[in-house]
């Protein structure tokens, strides 16, 4: 069972455009966690929101957790070339320790 | 070197054959994770560990074996490879502060193929 669901699935678009990737649940969640993976290699972390309604910035990455930890987004401004790769969101339950439970992520390909 | 390593990197096999897959870390982290990868499927969690010799199932644990003898391995062994079994397997470790904070590291996968 897929606990939290990522859209869109794949974003093709030109260098310049802004971005948003949605991750839901209907799960509440004790923190989410953005990774980001490059082709033969492994998830890197980006951020991690804990509070309800926070919001971090990453250079032109900006992360919002929901006000009621059911959901997160991510949004690019200005996307380049480098921001190309697998975008994943990751979701810690309380009930469930260490394990992250993860998105089916979204795939962004950022042209010239 | 420090960090997270897995090996080997790319394996085929034939069905019916145990393969076994490492997983090696440096910083002496509690935590362990197997994770598949799978297009459509995300990020699936096979087994994991909270210390040695502690080791509990995820989601997708059929077919599966694992032990962890010592805290900085965490190998997986496939008993009877089936062709389901393809797919790119990662790795992970997290330490033990505040579990809603915690990062974890992964290994760069092991791309297995059973034919």
């Known amino acids: 069972t897929q606990l939290l669901e990522q859209s869109p699935q794949f974003l093709s678009i030109q260098e310049g455009e802004n971005l948003t990737v949605y991750c839901n649940s209907s799960s509440v969640f004790s923190s989410l966690q953005w990774y980001r993976q490059e082709p033969g290699e492994g998830p890197v972390l980006l951020v991690t929101?804990?509070?309800?309604?926070e919001v971090k910035k990453l250079k032109r990455l900006t992360f919002q957790f929901g006000d009621a930890r059911k959901d997160s987004s991510l949004h690019i401004t200005a996307a380049q070339p480098g921001d190309t790769g697998l975008y994943l969101c990751a979701g810690l339950l309380s009930n469930s320790g260490y394990a992250l439970n993860f998105g089916k992520g979204t795939s962004l390909l950022v042209t010239p | 070197d420090a960090g997270i390593t897995q090996s080997p990197r790319y394996k085929i096999t034939e069905t019916g054959r145990q393969v076994t897959l490492m997983c090696h870390q440096t910083w002496s982290h509690s935590y362990m994770f197997w994770y598949r990868q799978d297009l459509g499927h995300g990020l699936r969690l096979i087994y994991y560990?909270?210390?040695?010799?502690?080791?509990d199932k995820g989601e997708v644990p059929d077919g599966y074996v694992v032990s962890r003898s010592k805290t900085e391995n965490f190998p997986l062994t496939l008993e009877s490879a089936t062709r389901s079994q393809t797919s790119v397997y990662f790795c992970?470790?997290?330490?033990?502060?505040?579990?809603?904070?915690?990062?974890?590291?992964f290994g760069q996968g092991t791309r297995l193929t059973v034919v």
């Open positions: 992970a470790s997290t330490g033990t502060g505040e579990v809603y904070n915690t990062e974890a590291f």
């Open positions: 929101v804990v509070t309800g309604g």
């Open positions: 560990s909270a210390a040695a010799d502690i080791t």
